[in-house]
């Protein structure tokens, strides 16, 4: 089965009461891409990504995971396939520690969570954890409390959580969003070089095209449902219809884009900055 | 198993505490004994309240588990003669265990209020059920007779105080050492956050199961005890809603802070339900529930809390 691809969307389609929120969306990716979704609030992003994940079950279509029929399966499913999440609000432990944090996870990952009737706190555990907060370089934070670190910190713990279960394919809903522009790129220095050490596939929604042109092999881009653009950035940046949809034709990347322009189309917001 | 138990500060003092008071119910007055026997057998059921509270389940009806526990020793006394201390608790903790873990399929799915109410509306069945059924002892219940421990029938109480005492150091140190493995570590995690529990690929439902059932089997030993303790069980003192009531008013009381702060809740509603009644009997629920408001108010993580600060004010004087 080495030639099935790592996840493999075919005619999925997702509606509530009438309205639908993906339409027919097709998508192939191998083990290792690294892939951008993009389009405006309301495109059917996060829906896809909640279809894949198993937090919202399909109308109709089918969704493979190398060959085998993940579609409709649930959450925590998902999780011991090989296919993990973070969340556009980070989704952590807010009482615990970042440590905490980390080992309740790792604690839950190992053999099938049989480690969870003994404590979390063993030697090893502790060392991974330990491990992962160096990957990750929220080391500094390891005995802060969750609710009192700054977005970015939380962001990437968010992250760290969703790696710990190794998983193949990982879907990031805007690892960016909410961050400070400083913060930004540092953050998706550490995840994309931390997962490309592992052959991750990688999905993410994300609304800032600098990032988006720097990290990612290929763009998918939504519009109502649709997905209306499957292409290398350089490619997908320049077509016409995700300039009209997507990106907006005031913020259409020039040979060098303003920062500021580039920082609007973050928002999704049409105006002149 | 025993390295964690051995190297925790919490099961020392635990076991430290419970000795102290076995020794020192020796010299006591009956009226002390009693009171202490009863708060502590009303501390297991909650200390099962507690291992729920902590994920931030609240159940009103307890007392189901509470009266199984009871009914289970009375029923078999009657029936069989067990008057063993050993079979008495199994029977009491296997039958509440039991319908608790048939139950949870059903509770597992609800939160907040509605677990809540749903837990009352099982336990009122019950209560139902066993005012209108004549083999069941109706309202009057049946008187249970003395505990023996291995076939020998002590005379005095203070065996049974013993008893009681052993089983609870021996439900605190398990359940504190529960609270310290992973599935102990998930109950602060899933009343944090149940979506990454999932994600994490963890089933919540499965978790808040077993938690439920170790609080049936807990509340299922301490209405055993109870029953052992007064050598009676009816309808009213054992499985009516306000026995429930009690038992969440004592964890709110106690705090969710240690599992000794369930037997110190416990003795605490004892003594304060005594003098309360011995000062104004027509009243004395006014006097309760007014020192319950005031700990609400000015110690709201409980009396647990209290004994914290007195703790670490010492810690840093000295």
């Given at each position: 089965?080495?030639?099935?691809?790592?996840?493999?969307?075919?005619?999925?389609?997702?509606?509530f009461?009438?309205i639908?929120?993906?339409?027919?969306?097709?998508?192939?990716?191998?083990?290792?891409?690294?892939?951008?979704?993009?389009?405006?609030n309301?495109a059917?992003k996060?829906?896809?990504?909640?279809?894949?994940t198993?937090?919202?079950?399909?109308?109709?279509?089918?969704?493979?995971?190398?060959?085998?029929?993940?579609t409709?399966i649930?959450?925590?499913?998902?999780?011991?396939?090989?296919?993990?999440?973070?969340?556009?609000?980070?989704?952590?432990?807010?009482?615990?520690t970042?440590?905490?944090?980390?080992?309740?996870?790792?604690a839950i990952?190992?053999?099938?969570?049989?480690?969870?009737?003994?404590?979390?706190?063993?030697?090893?555990?502790?060392?991974?954890?330990?491990?992962?907060m160096?990957?990750?370089?929220?080391?500094?934070?390891?005995?802060?409390?969750?609710?009192?670190?700054?977005?970015?910190?939380?962001?990437?713990l968010?992250?760290?959580?969703?790696?710990?279960?190794?998983?193949?394919?990982?879907?990031?809903?805007?690892p960016?969003?909410?961050?400070?522009?400083?913060?930004?790129f540092?953050?998706?220095?550490?995840?994309?070089?931390?997962?490309?050490?592992?052959?991750?596939?990688?999905?993410?929604?994300?609304?800032?095209?600098e990032?988006?042109?720097?990290?990612v092999?290929?763009?998918?881009?939504?519009?109502?449902?649709?997905?209306?653009?499957?292409?290398?950035?350089?490619?997908?940046?320049?077509?016409?219809?995700?300039?009209?949809?997507?990106?907006?034709?005031?913020?259409?990347?020039?040979?060098?884009?303003?920062?500021?322009?580039?920082?609007?189309?973050?928002?999704?917001?049409?105006?002149n900055? | 198993?025993?390295?964690i138990?051995?190297?925790d500060?919490?099961?020392?003092?635990?076991?430290?505490?419970?000795?102290?008071?076995?020794?020192?119910?020796?010299?006591?007055?009956?009226?002390?004994?009693?009171?202490?026997?009863?708060?502590m057998?009303?501390?297991?059921?909650?200390?099962?309240?507690?291992?729920l509270?902590?994920?931030?389940?609240?159940?009103?009806?307890?007392?189901?588990?509470?009266?199984?526990?009871?009914?289970?020793?009375?029923?078999?006394?009657?029936?069989?003669?067990?008057?063993?201390?050993?079979?008495?608790?199994?029977?009491?903790?296997?039958?509440?265990?039991?319908?608790?873990?048939?139950?949870?399929?059903?509770l597992?799915?609800y939160?907040?209020?509605?677990?809540?109410?749903?837990?009352?509306?099982?336990?009122?069945?019950?209560?139902g059920?066993?005012?209108?059924?004549?083999?069941?002892?109706?309202?009057?219940?049946?008187?249970v007779?003395?505990t023996?421990?291995?076939?020998?029938?002590?005379?005095?109480?203070?065996?049974?105080?013993c008893?009681?005492?052993?089983?609870?150091?021996?439900?605190?140190?398990m359940?504190?050492?529960?609270?310290?493995t992973?599935?102990?570590a998930?109950?602060?995690?899933?009343?944090?956050?149940?979506?990454?529990?999932?994600?994490l690929?963890?089933?919540?439902?499965?978790?808040?199961?077993?938690?439920?059932?170790?609080?049936?089997?807990?509340?299922?030993?301490?209405?055993?005890?109870?029953?052992?303790?007064?050598?009676?069980?009816?309808p009213?003192?054992?499985?009516?809603?306000?026995?429930?009531?009690?038992?969440?008013?004592?964890?709110?009381?106690?705090?969710?802070?240690?599992?000794?702060?369930?037997?110190?809740?416990?003795?605490?509603?004892?003594?304060l339900?005594?003098?309360?009644?011995e000062?104004a009997?027509?009243?004395?629920?006014?006097?309760?529930?007014g020192?319950?408001?005031?700990?609400?108010?000015?110690?709201?993580?409980?009396?647990?809390?209290?004994?914290?600060?007195?703790?670490v004010?010492?810690?840093?004087?000295?």
């Amino acid at each position: 089965m080495t030639a099935s691809p790592a996840l493999k969307v075919t005619d999925l389609c997702k509606s509530f009461s009438g309205i639908t929120a993906a339409n027919n969306i097709n998508v192939e990716a191998a083990d290792g891409d690294i892939i951008g979704i993009i389009g405006a609030n309301g495109a059917g992003k996060t829906v896809f990504v909640n279809m894949i994940t198993g937090y919202l079950k399909p109308t109709s279509g089918k969704i493979e995971f190398h060959g085998q029929d993940i579609t409709g399966i649930e959450p925590r499913d998902a999780t011991h396939v090989g296919v993990c999440r973070s969340f556009q609000v980070s989704q952590v432990f807010m009482t615990m520690t970042v440590r905490e944090n980390l080992l309740i996870a790792l604690a839950i990952a190992k053999d099938e969570g049989k480690a969870m009737l003994s404590s979390p706190r063993s030697p090893d555990l502790v060392a991974e954890a330990d491990r992962m907060m160096q990957a990750y370089k929220i080391h500094d934070h390891a005995d802060a409390v969750a609710s009192t670190l700054s977005q970015g910190v939380r962001k990437l713990l968010d992250i760290a959580m969703a790696v710990v279960a190794n998983p193949k394919v990982l879907l990031l809903d805007e690892p960016t969003s909410g961050v400070s522009v400083e913060e930004k790129f540092a953050i998706m220095d550490i995840v994309i070089a931390a997962l490309k050490e592992k052959g991750v596939t990688v999905l993410f929604v994300e609304h800032d095209m600098e990032i988006v042109e720097r990290y990612v092999d290929r763009v998918l881009a939504f519009y109502q449902g649709e997905v209306i653009c499957d292409a290398p950035p350089a490619e997908a940046l320049q077509d016409p219809k995700v300039i009209e949809y997507v990106i907006g034709h005031d913020h259409a990347p020039n040979p060098t884009p303003p920062a500021d322009a580039a920082s609007a189309a973050a928002n999704g917001t049409e105006s002149n900055a | 198993m025993l390295q964690i138990l051995r190297s925790d500060k919490t099961v020392r003092w635990t076991l430290f505490g419970f000795f102290v008071l076995a020794i020192a119910g020796n010299f006591m007055p009956t009226w002390v004994q009693n009171n202490l026997m009863f708060g502590m057998a009303r501390g297991l059921a909650v200390l099962g309240l507690m291992v729920l509270w902590r994920t931030g389940l609240i159940s009103f009806g307890h007392a189901l588990y509470f009266g199984i526990g009871a009914y289970a020793v009375a029923l078999a006394d009657k029936h069989f003669g067990v008057s063993d201390i050993f079979v008495r608790l199994i029977l009491a903790m296997g039958a509440a265990g039991f319908v608790g873990l048939c139950l949870g399929f059903i509770l597992r799915k609800y939160r907040s209020i509605f677990f809540a109410m749903l837990s009352l509306a099982f336990s009122m069945v019950l209560y139902g059920v066993l005012v209108k059924v004549e083999a069941l002892g109706s309202t009057d219940g049946f008187s249970v007779s003395a505990t023996s421990i291995l076939g020998w029938t002590p005379e005095s109480k203070y065996t049974l105080f013993c008893a009681i005492i052993v089983a609870c150091a021996t439900s605190a140190c398990m359940v504190q050492y529960y609270l310290k493995t992973g599935l102990g570590a998930l109950t602060t995690a899933i009343r944090d956050n149940e979506l990454r529990v999932e994600y994490l690929g963890y089933s919540v439902a499965k978790a808040i199961h077993f938690k439920y059932i170790i609080s049936a089997a807990l509340a299922g030993a301490s209405g055993a005890m109870m029953a052992m303790a007064l050598g009676q069980v009816d309808p009213d003192s054992m499985v009516n809603w306000t026995v429930s009531g009690e038992l969440v008013f004592i964890t709110v009381m106690a705090g969710p802070g240690s599992v000794i702060a369930p037997f110190i809740g416990g003795v605490v509603f004892e003594f304060l339900r005594t003098y309360a009644f011995e000062l104004a009997p027509h009243a004395w629920q006014l006097i309760v529930g007014g020192t319950l408001l005031a700990i609400i108010f000015f110690l709201p993580m409980g009396l647990w809390s209290l004994l914290e600060r007195i703790w670490v004010r010492k810690g840093s004087s000295s």
